[in-house]
């Protein structure tokens, strides 16, 4: 009970000083125009891996892993009548790769390695606003590509099979589309710099890679060759922290 009491001074004082701050600022932010700047974020990256044949002894496991990464933005802002304002955004996401490796003995010599990477995000996206005053919410939509390099491959250390060339592998580099969606809020809290605080989810199309044996030939018999793929489905949830100049 204590600690909530506790928890509760310290969220009223918090809320008062920011209260407090706005109160203070002593210029009324423009919103209308082109701004870009730079972002920061967290990642969920997951990939879904679909092994319709088990070509790899194995079920094939959802990959998921957490990572921090950043980018560029910039967009126009366009006000309407009262407090909307609608626009145009466009980023650029830096790489998310998972590097895992799933042996099938307990000495560790043979397995499955999984190299999964989005080389790059790079988003165009509709923005919707409501200002108050120096902050606004806003609401985005849009769509995605990603330069992507899947590849799944068995390793057998005892015989040097260490590398997707020299082993059975399913691989793909290709780029994919996807949508985008996204909530957030920005504060100006001097004139024209903003600072922003977006939750953005990006989800991708799937795509299908043939797995090959060592010598680049189909690994699986003549009537399996049709289901003897890997798919690998990504998506991104990102909590992302922003600053940004309205020029």
């Known amino acids: 009970?204590?600690?909530?009491?506790?928890?509760?001074?310290?969220?009223?004082?918090?809320?008062?000083?920011?209260?407090g701050a706005v109160a203070a600022q002593d210029f009324q932010q423009d919103w209308e125009g082109f701004y870009a700047g730079l972002h920061a974020e967290a990642s969920i990256y997951d990939v879904v891996v679909t092994d319709l044949n088990n070509s790899f002894l194995s079920q094939s496991p959802n990959l998921s892993i957490l990572a921090g990464h950043g980018?560029?933005?910039g967009g126009y802002n366009y006000a309407l009548q009262g407090n909307l304002i609608v626009g145009a955004e466009i980023d650029y996401t830096s790489e998310l790769r998972i590097d895992e490796f799933f042996s099938s003995n307990s000495a560790a010599t043979t397995g499955t390695q999984y190299d999964l990477a989005l080389e790059g995000i790079l988003a165009?996206?509709?923005r919707a606003a409501y200002v108050q005053g120096n902050?606004?919410?806003?609401?985005?939509?849009?769509?995605?590509?990603?330069?992507?390099?899947?590849?799944?491959?068995?390793?057998?250390?005892?015989?040097?099979?260490?590398?997707?060339?020299?082993?059975?592998?399913?691989?793909s580099t290709e780029d994919l589309l996807g949508l985008t969606m996204g909530v957030g809020a920005e504060w100006a809290f001097r004139e024209?710099?903003?600072?922003?605080?977006?939750?953005q989810h990006y989800a991708f199309e799937s795509v299908q890679a043939p797995v090959r044996n060592s010598a680049d030939l189909p690994f699986c018999a003549t009537g399996d060759t049709d289901q003897c793929t890997i798919g690998y489905t990504p998506s991104v949830?990102?909590?992302?922290?922003?600053?940004s100049y309205k020029f």
């Not at 009970?1 to 209260?19: E, H, I, R, V, Y």
């Open 1 to 19: 009970m204590a600690d909530f009491k506790m928890m509760t001074a310290a969220l009223l004082a918090a809320t008062t000083s920011l209260a």
């Open 71 to 73: 980018g560029v933005t």
């Open 124 to 126: 165009l996206k509709g």
């Open 135 to 171: 902050a606004l919410g806003f609401m985005s939509v849009g769509v995605a590509s990603a330069t992507t390099s899947m590849e799944t491959y068995s390793i057998n250390t005892s015989t040097a099979v260490t590398a997707c060339d020299d082993s059975n592998c399913a691989r």
């Open 192 to 199: 024209n710099w903003i600072g922003r605080v977006e939750f």
């Open 237 to 243: 949830s990102s909590v992302r922290f922003g600053l």
